[in-house]
């Protein structure tokens, strides 16, 4: 018999790190053929097929490109928040709150020349995202609630008043729950490559952006000395629940972005579906990135494909659609599992 | 043990080591911070593996598979991070984890069991005290009397007294004694000279991982072992010469400061700092020490009374503008407040000078600018680490303790606070933080320390004040009273009853 020992690391190296990662996903992917397999299909015809599908045409690249957008918005908003140990799970429902209150513009409001309309709308989709995390933000500062379990709950709130306008006020002429269609001084312009909006490039200045902010300001400083230790943050002079609050009101205008611009860059209505759990595969998006902007958009794409390669398994090879969110299941459990391959030695040893 | 060898990433920590311990033996294992004594011991108790050499337990060869396995054959050992259940009660921590258990625990059954090693050692616990809850010297209690009830042969306790007080240490070393006299073998870690020969029968000394020596207690003396354990005498004075000095410069009037769990840690306090004077304030820990520190430099929030200083009004500012305006602090708990941990050394280096204008570039940090700070200050304090850009936590205690000092140096304060700054830290190391304190007071500022360490106390300060439940026993001039009287201070009776105890003597 075998029995395993671990023995502390002092540290990983970067290039370990990153092959400890790596692996990981191989062996995700492994799982996930064993999972295909047991349908009855040969899992590296499936393999190949979400890969091709993905990425083996321009369309397909370009509808790859349009899951991606909400992931990287979601994954920095979640990964913003990691970065100072907050956990924001409800970037699922901040999408809804930004995007039921853009909404609320585009039907209440007047119809404004097109980029001040979007400006509006994507400001409103912003602040959307960043009151509802203000609630939980809110109700950590002051009465230390876990803010998972608060942002998870916050969720189905968000979704549940969103499902209020659409299957109230906003109901469609055709008494289904959608909205009207946006006028064109709402929808955001294609860049040109299939349905791929000017979201993208929103969503890349903002990494940008947001790489400054953590790396190169201030109030990155804060954020960065409060996720490692709050004793210490408080110690070095920072005002430790301002930036709690801070970086939460940040996560959800972020996570409130990601709704928005699915609304005015693709569906062009508010109705059930706008995200399809973007809010949650953020939060994979963002540990798997380890909370750098720049990699997050590496990751986004990826877990796009993913999503986008698990749609085409559905349709070509008739594999249930879960067989997507297994696979997103399964990269995430093994990350996790090779966290313990990065704090310790891991050795078998031949036992009695 | 034999011949043990035994090295982390290409650094050798235990270098062909020898030990042996005897039946009914207490043996001190001595050396400074680093000598390899804590990782000597994790081999024996299977935590490590050697990489070389053999250890016999009873006669026979020990191969371990896994570490629960030592505490099974009976090797136990306290570490300095206690291994207890904060929220269970002293009883289930004790029961917790016993080879006997079965399915279902018969309780009262265990209680009597207990309560037999507890008469036996003379343990005074309250079992059904919530062990998160007990102060820290009787944590440690349990922790051996958890050792006891395993029935273990050897018990290993790691430097015990680092966090204890002198009366609760002098318990302790009693208990220890009895421990050994069952026929227990007990070994005992330790950079404390006077402990010692306090306790020990026989004495092993490390220096960097080598064995120097193993001698009998009553075949040396302490200028021998020094000489063994740093290599060449150590002999420390401090030199006081007279400064000018600014009166004033704090002034606390009738403080109250809650502690954590919302009781009165500080009770109405008052007393002055001058600039240039060092005011030592000694007690046993838990007194208020830490909870007065944290409130002078706005880290905890006080009730009521006021903090000046250089004649303002600082009772309410944030922590962040009294570093502002020269207010310096060096934790007790460095790990955890001192530094961010998981950061980088260089971003815990500039961590109270970032704001400063001088590190602008336009709306963003200099980032460059703040590297070469910190490189500056690494030179200057002469800190060895295994590099800027890795973890702080990577740094050993003295290295860490430098790296706080040298950040606070250099901010140019008028006022600086010390909590335990050498509590932990080798001799080297020890010499440096405190010709540190010295040199700020000759250079005028005003510095409250505050520590457990005598030496350092009657060393440095120029006033001594003795701590007890919140308030001062006695505040006096250094040399004003002897350690005898300072030690009744701070158990409580005032600096008249003292007096009028010693006259009666």
Redesign the interface.
């Known amino acids: 018999m075998f ?1 395993i ?1 671990l ?1 502390q690391k ?2 990983v190296s970067k290039r370990e790190d990153i092959i400890i990662t790596l692996s990981a996903i191989v062996i995700a992917l492994v799982l996930s053929g064993i999972f295909i397999a047991f349908n009855g299909v040969n899992p590296f015809v499936a393999l190949w097929k979400v890969f091709t599908s993905a990425l083996g045409s321009p369309y397909g690249i370009s509808e790859t490109l349009v899951k991606a957008i909400p992931l990287i918005f979601t994954g920095l908003a979640v990964g913003i928040a990691l970065n100072s140990k907050l956990w924001n799970i409800g970037a699922e429902g901040q999408l809804f709150a930004g995007a039921t209150l853009a909404t609320a513009f585009v039907i209440y409001g007047p119809v404004l020349p097109k980029p001040l309309e979007l400006t509006v709308l994507v400001t409103l989709g912003a602040i959307g995202g960043a009151l509802w995390a203000a609630i939980p933000a809110l109700l950590k500062i002051k009465f230390k609630m876990n803010e998972v379990i608060s942002t998870l709950l916050l969720n189905y709130v968000a979704i549940n008043i969103a499902d209020y306008f659409l299957f109230g006020p906003w109901k469609g002429k055709d008494n289904f729950p959608y909205t009207p269609e946006f006028p064109t001084e709402a929808k955001l312009s294609r860049i040109g490559f299939g349905r791929v909006h000017s979201g993208l490039i929103i969503a890349l200045v903002l990494v940008i952006l947001l790489y ?1 902010l953590i ?4 109030a ?2 804060k954020l ?2 409060t996720g ?2 709050l ?9 430790i629940k301002k930036t709690m609050f801070m970086v939460f009101l940040l996560s959800g205008a972020l996570a409130g972005l990601a709704g928005v611009c699915q609304i005015t860059g693709i569906e062009y209505k508010l109705h059930q579906h706008i995200s399809t759990g973007y809010g949650y595969t953020g939060i994979i998006v963002a540990w798997l990135a380890r909370t750098n902007p720049f990699i997050i958009v590496i990751f986004a794409v990826f877990l796009s494909i993913m999503l986008k390669g698990a749609d085409s398994l559905q349709i070509a090879m008739r594999l249930p659609a879960a067989v997507g969110t297994v696979m997103q299941a399964l990269i995430l459990f093994a990350i996790l599992g090779s966290e313990l391959f990065k704090t310790y030695n891991v050795k078998l ?1 031949r ?2 | 043990m034999k011949n043990i060898s035994k090295s982390f990433y290409g650094n050798k920590v235990n270098t062909d080591v020898e030990f042996k311990l005897e039946k009914g033996e207490i043996h001190a294992l001595l050396g400074e911070n680093g000598a390899g004594k804590t990782t000597l011991m994790n081999m024996l108790t299977g935590v490590y593996f050697p990489d070389e050499g053999e250890i016999y337990f009873k006669g026979k060869k020990l191969a371990f598979k896994f570490p629960g396995e030592a505490l099974q054959i009976g090797i136990g050992m306290v570490h300095q991070r206690f291994s207890l259940v904060g929220n269970l009660t002293v009883l289930e921590n004790l029961i917790l984890g016993h080879p006997e258990n079965k399915f279902i625990i018969n309780i009262p059954e265990k209680k009597k069991l207990i309560k037999t090693y507890m008469d036996q050692f003379n343990f005074q616990i309250d079992l059904n005290a919530i062990v998160g809850e007990l102060p820290i010297g009787l944590r440690q209690k349990v922790e051996i009397l958890k050792m006891l009830v395993r029935e273990v042969d050897v018990l290993i306790v790691d430097e015990p007294t680092t966090v204890l007080t002198k009366q609760e240490a002098d318990n302790l070393m009693q208990i220890l004694k009895n421990i050994a006299k069952t026929g227990k073998g007990i070994i005992f870690i330790t950079h404390k000279m006077s402990e010692v020969f306090q306790i020990a029968d026989k004495i092993t000394v490390l220096r960097k991982g080598i064995k120097i020596s193993t001698v009998n207690k009553n075949d040396t003396n302490p200028r021998e072992l020094a000489k063994m354990m740093v290599g060449k005498e150590s002999e420390i004075t401090f030199d006081r010469p007279k400064v000018n000095t600014i009166p004033d410069v704090v002034k606390v009037q009738d403080l109250f400061v809650n502690s954590d769990k919302g009781v009165l840690a500080v009770n109405s306090l008052s007393f002055n700092v001058a600039g240039g004077e060092i005011i030592g304030i000694a007690g046993v820990s838990g007194n208020g020490q830490v909870e007065l520190a944290d409130a002078l430099t706005g880290n905890r929030d006080i009730i009521r009374g006021k903090i000046f200083f250089k004649g303002k009004d600082i009772s309410n500012d944030c922590p962040v503008d009294r570093i502002d305006k020269g207010v310096s602090y060096v934790p007790g708990d460095r790990i955890n407040v001192g530094v961010a941990g998981s950061r980088s050394v260089w971003e815990n280096i500039i961590m109270k000078v970032y704001r400063l204008p001088e590190f602008k570039k336009g709306l963003l940090l200099n980032n460059k600018k703040l590297r070469e700070y910190a490189d500056k200050i690494i030179e200057k304090y002469n800190i060895s680490l295994p590099g800027i850009n890795l973890p702080a936590l990577l740094l050993s205690g003295g290295n860490l303790q430098k790296l706080i000092i040298g950040r606070e140096m250099e901010r140019d304060c008028d006022l600086y606070v010390f909590v335990y700054p050498t509590r932990g830290l080798d001799v080297g190391a020890t010499d440096f933080v405190r010709n540190a304190i010295l040199q700020l007071r000759n250079l005028g500022k005003a510095i409250i320390l505050i520590s457990g360490d005598f030496d350092e106390i009657f060393g440095l300060s120029d006033r001594i004040a003795v701590m007890y439940e919140g308030q001062f026993t006695g505040i006096f001039n250094n040399g004003d009273h002897s350690l005898e009287e300072i030690g009744l201070m701070m158990s409580g009776q005032s600096e008249e009853e003292v007096a009028k105890e010693m006259t009666n003597v």
């Open positions: 029995k020992k023995e002092e540290r400054i790396y190169h300001t201030k990155g400083f960065r000395m490692s230790s004793k210490a943050a408080k110690y070095a002079g920072i005002n040893i036992g009695k």
